[in-house]
């Protein structure tokens, strides 16, 4: 069944570490996307990709980074956590021309502590 | 710029009774889509139902139909028959057609409950 899986689900680490968020999907979807998901569940987009090779930031900035080396895989890394890190991020992914939407991964909580 | 909002951040229903949830944006586009997306609690987000801005015709899944007022700049969600399951955050979003470009704008959602 085609669809898009973050991994991991939750994850708590310590101040200074690094980590990497992963994203996948098997719908050969060209474009990606990750969201920061607020306590308040408002939705920022942090990241997004076109395409191989392709990475733009989004609307709020962030001090992660993305790559897309491969279609299906658009991992998310921060070089040093740090407890304002501590959030929700959602990765999604759609067809060039997104006019059914995006289809979602079921997110990863991530605290730093 | 386009902006979406949700002017409900919270409402609760009755188990079986209907509920409309609110949402208006502000574009200068004529062609475009809108969406309605459900996060239940700590669950993955899926579309509800989606409108083509070019056709007249409300769209309707199952319990779900929507009000899409052009003009004003509307599209509101009802449910109908609401279930325990129905419980969660509803996201209204809107995406232009820029020939390539396009990126869903959000609202900040509504959160529903949905009390036995």
């Known amino acids: 069944e085609a669809d898009i899986y973050q991994t991991p689900r939750y994850l708590v680490i310590g101040t200074g570490k690094k980590i990497t968020l992963e994203c996948s999907q098997t719908?050969?979807?060209?474009?990606m996307y990750w969201y920061q998901q607020d306590p308040g569940m408002e939705l920022h987009l942090i990241h997004y990709?076109?395409?191989?090779?392709?990475?733009e930031k989004g609307d709020l900035s962030s001090e992660s980074t993305v790559s897309r080396i491969r279609t299906e895989h658009f991992p998310l890394t921060l070089e040093s956590a740090r407890p304002s890190h501590t959030s929700q991020y959602l990765c999604?992914?759609?067809?060039?021309?997104?006019?059914?939407?995006?289809?979602f991964g079921s997110g990863t909580r991530l605290t730093v502590v | 710029a386009q902006t979406v909002t949700q002017s409900q951040p919270e409402m609760s229903v009755q188990e079986a009774e209907t509920v409309t949830l609110s949402c208006t944006y502000d574009?200068?586009?004529?062609?475009?889509?809108l969406f309605w997306y459900k996060q239940p609690p700590s669950r993955q987000m899926i579309l509800v139902i989606r409108q083509e801005a070019y056709k007249q015709q409300n769209a309707t899944e199952n319990r779900f139909s929507v009000n899409f007022q052009k003009a004003a700049k509307s599209f509101s969600l009802k449910i109908s028959d609401s279930q325990l399951g129905d419980t969660a955050m509803y996201f209204c979003a809107f995406m232009p057609h820029q020939g390539g470009s396009e990126k869903l704008v959000f609202g900040k959602g509504t959160k529903l409950t949905v009390n036995p």
């Open positions: 574009t200068s586009e004529s062609n475009y889509y």
């Open positions: 999604a992914s759609s067809e060039l021309f997104p006019n059914y939407g995006y289809t």
């Open positions: 719908m050969g979807h060209d474009k």
């Open positions: 990709s076109y395409g191989v090779n392709s990475t």
